[in-house]
């Protein structure tokens, strides 16, 4: 309980100090963090996986990806602060779900856009605030996605619920030709690929998930 009050503190502290990588005003809530791994924990086959937890924070995504990995899989994570990789670091010595997952987990402190990986991912589990970036970097990072997915492989990345449509609306001039860009990219990827997507409304604030397949 107070280690999850210091990281939502220290979650708002990065908020404040690097709004624009950081994207939210609080962790993920449990259900967030249930839906963005529904998939991963579903799968069906007794054959270890990849998984790949991108822009995990101070981890609330993370804790439920520990809980369900499996003696044989890997888990890569991808994480550009400082201050978040230093928490994530200290939860894998102190949490005993996180201890149990150490020896097959790796953290790497770099843009994922630049993060390179010695084989696909079964599952690229995804919190970035694209909404926030240029809309070159969320072309960029889209084809990151889809480089590190398997084909077959799934996809789960969040976004808070309307957003895109009412910034479209309501803004003017280049933020208009931003978020209409990104809007273009991440719909025609969901138009091709999109296998479902999830209303969490218990979170801050409500968000959708979209889950797609890597093409075959
Ligand atoms: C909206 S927060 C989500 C944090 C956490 N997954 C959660 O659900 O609470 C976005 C996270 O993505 C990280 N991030 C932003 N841009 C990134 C990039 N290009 N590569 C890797 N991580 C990035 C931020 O530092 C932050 O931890």
Same mark, same amino acid.
């Given at each position: 309980?107070f ?24 962790? @993920?809530?449990r ?14 086959s ?12 101070t981890g ?11 003696p ?14 230093? #928490? ?7 949490e005993?779900?996180?201890? @149990?997952?150490?020896?097959q ?6 843009p994922?856009?630049?993060?390179? @990986? ?10 970035l ?10 072309? @960029? ?6 480089r590190l997915?398997k ?17 479209k ?7 208009? #030709?931003? #978020? ?10 969901c138009?091709?690929c ?18 797609l397949?890597?093409?075959?």
């Amino acid at each position: 309980m107070f280690s999850a009050l210091k990281n939502q503190i220290a979650f708002f502290g990065q908020f404040r100090q690097r709004f624009e990588t950081t994207g939210a005003i609080a962790p @993920s809530s449990r259900f967030l963090a249930r839906a963005m791994t529904s998939y991963f924990a579903s799968r069906d086959s007794a054959v270890p996986v990849r998984v790949l937890e991108i822009g995990p924070g101070t981890g609330p995504v993370t804790d439920r990806i520990v809980r369900l990995l499996r003696p044989h899989d890997v888990f890569d994570l991808v994480e550009l602060n400082a201050e978040f990789v230093r #928490i994530l670091h200290a939860r894998f010595q102190s949490e005993p779900s996180w201890v @149990s997952a150490k020896a097959q987990s790796t953290i790497h402190q770099l843009p994922v856009q630049e993060f390179a @990986s010695e084989a696909p991912y079964d599952f690229v589990i995804s919190g970035l605030p694209l909404n926030n970036f240029p809309a070159e970097l969320v072309t @960029s990072i889209a084809e990151t996605y889809f480089r590190l997915l398997k084909p077959g492989g799934v996809l789960s990345y969040f976004e808070y619920m309307y957003v895109r449509p009412i910034r479209k609306v309501v803004t003017r001039g280049t933020e208009r #030709i931003r #978020i209409t860009a990104i809007d273009a990219t991440l719909q025609g990827h969901c138009n091709r690929c999109r296998i479902r997507r999830d209303n969490i409304w218990l979170n801050t604030p409500p968000a959708w998930v979209q889950h797609l397949r890597g093409l075959e």
